[in-house]
């Protein structure tokens, strides 16, 4: 079982950057595939990206590709979100995940959860 807790979200003007931190504890971080999903108000969670095991394959969003990186150092139990051109509309709750099979777009499929970090960008 893996604990993961998300931090960095803020409120920043449209065009800012921002990088958000999930840190791990528990079992062997490196062993699961981490993901970064978003939810607005009234919207179900959404995909943003996702990161293999050891870092050498990711996805994402076609809304934020070319704008955020994902990445992960596995010696410090840590996965980023590199957002930059941030605009209004990736105003929500971003949420980090962690799951044992491969990488996955499906929210469904991530085993665990963290409690969120508010990202809220204004225009």
């Known amino acids: 079982q893996v604990q993961v807790v998300e931090s960095g979200g803020g409120l920043v003007q449209a065009g800012d950057s921002l990088r958000l931190t999930c840190a791990a504890s528990g079992r062997t971080f490196s062993t699961y595939t981490m993901g970064w999903f978003r939810q607005a108000p009234g919207k179900e969670r959404e995909f943003v990206a996702a990161?293999?095991?050891?870092?050498?394959?990711?996805s994402y969003a076609a809304s934020v590709k070319g704008r955020f990186t994902i990445s992960r150092g596995n010696a410090k139990n840590t996965m980023y979100l590199q957002m930059i051109s941030l605009k209004p509309e990736d105003t929500a709750v971003y949420y980090c995940?962690?799951?044992?099979?491969?990488?996955?777009?499906?929210?469904?499929?991530?085993?665990?959860w963290g409690q969120g970090t508010q990202v809220t960008v204004s225009s």
């Open positions: 995940a962690a799951r044992l099979g491969l990488r996955s777009l499906m929210a469904y499929e991530y085993d665990y």
């Open positions: 990161i293999s095991r050891n870092g050498d394959a990711t």
